[in-house]
């Protein structure tokens, strides 16, 4: 939904200079059409099976955002207490929210159980026990899959992997079956399905098919020996094209190799969040000032590392499109922010058009993980959000303000 009219890049129907114009730069802008869109294709996808596409919250936690999914017929996947508290502010059903994380607190378990969510994935054994002793202790039981690390490498950023040998998620797949038989024996611990998440931004189908087949093996030795299990939940972590030349797998292609995988009809959970929100979502810039140094043109932007880290943080590609279009030459510049750190870049070396101080850049396919991850470093006030929807433009977050960063402080 990003394309030009005329010289000018838009947003569905909207003109990214008027956006700036409007409610000033840097500012997250997203397209409510393109979400909707990306979707329907998983529900699409998921066709006449039953189950679940569980929006995973933590890449954009804007509450609008999550009222427009939770109307669509989507669930959450959340990963701590807070993200069930938003989804549940936006009008999510309980019954339609899982839970993962390594790090669950007792507070975010009690909080959890309080709320009544579908499950819990539990990540290792001590959890199961914390999980259950405060069950016991709130006299309910605790509906519960396995997040299990089938250890397998999807091959993308080694910060983004979770389901290889060696990182903290998960129970690793030889201890599965030892964790399930006592998870049986637990009183207030009820046993509903099977979880695995193996990372995210993955290009290959092959992974999934690999992890879905060593949960496969699991899932019937399980239910050979100990419990049927009612829900198979596949993760999430499908990428998106940032880059020209990548290829990524529609929610279609992955769930027919899942679906293969799986001879019995059972409930799926997906849990997508990237895929859902990733290219929805852009980044609005100016240039505030140009500058040669050494042999390298710099153009510094008023938005930095604290508003999108993903460039610093995993050397993430994301597209520069200057809003207006020209046919000046292009030449080879880096796109800087104003934080203090030589780490504080939104892309290096890259082939843009000769633009002027005061002109609007967009970083492109920044809806997931951009704001959520954003910060004050600096002391800089959070960005705005905006959704347009066709010709309309919706302020979703207003723009935080130099009070804002001392609001907590005594
Ligand atoms: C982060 C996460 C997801 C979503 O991953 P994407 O790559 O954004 O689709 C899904 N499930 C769990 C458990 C996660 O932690």
């Known amino acids: ?190 046993i509903v399905g099977i979880h695995s998440h193996i990372g995210s931004q993955i290009l290959d189908i092959a992974p999934f098919r690999l992890a879905a087949k060593k949960i496969k093996d699991i899932v019937d030795s399980v239910e050979k020996n100990i419990v049927k299990l009612e829900y198979i939940n596949c993760g999430g972590g499908l990428g998106i094209e940032y880059e020209k030349d990548q290829k990524a797998p529609s929610p279609k292609q992955l769930m027919s190799e899942i679906f293969d995988v799986f001879d019995k009809d059972r409930k799926f959970i997906f849990e997508p969040g990237r895929s859902i929100i990733g290219n929805a979502g852009h980044l609005l810039a100016k240039v505030l000032y140009r500058k040669v140094s050494g042999s390298k043109n710099f153009l510094i932007t008023n938005v930095g590392m604290n508003d999108l880290i993903r460039p610093t943080l995993y050397k993430a590609y994301h597209e520069i499109v200057p809003v207006r279009k020209t046919n000046s030459k292009k030449v080879k510049t880096d796109i800087v922010g104003p934080i203090c750190e030589s780490g504080d870049f939104v892309g290096k070396g890259r082939m843009l058009p000769v633009v002027e101080q005061g002109d609007y850049l967009l970083v492109t396919y920044t809806g997931a993980y951009g704001a959520a991850m954003s910060s004050e470093y600096n002391s800089r006030p959070l960005l705005p959000e905006i959704l347009v929807d066709g010709d309309k433009t919706t302020l979703i977050r207003k723009r935080a303000d130099y009070r804002d960063l001392l609001l907590n402080e005594i």
């Open 1 to 190: 939904m990003l394309q030009f009219k005329k010289s000018d890049l838009c947003v569905e129907q909207v003109k990214l200079s008027d956006i700036a114009e409007r409610y000033g730069t840097g500012v997250y802008v997203y397209s409510k059409n393109q979400i909707i869109e990306n979707f329907e294709s998983y529900k699409k996808a998921l066709g006449t099976k039953s189950g679940l596409i569980c929006f995973a919250c933590k890449t954009n936690s804007n509450g609008v955002i999550l009222k427009l999914l939770s109307k669509l017929g989507a669930g959450a996947d959340t990963t701590s207490g807070g993200e069930i508290y938003r989804c549940l502010k936006a009008g999510f059903d309980p019954l339609k929210i899982v839970y993962a994380g390594v790090g669950k607190s007792a507070e975010e378990i009690e909080y959890a159980l309080k709320s009544k969510i579908l499950m819990f994935n539990v990540e290792s054994f001590e959890e199961l026990d914390a999980i259950d002793k405060i069950a016991r202790k709130m006299k309910v039981k605790a509906k519960i899959s396995l997040r299990v690390n089938p250890y397998v490498d999807p091959r993308t950023h080694s910060y983004i992997v979770t389901g290889r040998k060696g990182t903290k998620f998960g129970i690793p797949y030889k201890d599965a079956l030892r964790a399930y038989l006592l998870a049986k024996q637990k009183g207030n611990i009820t």
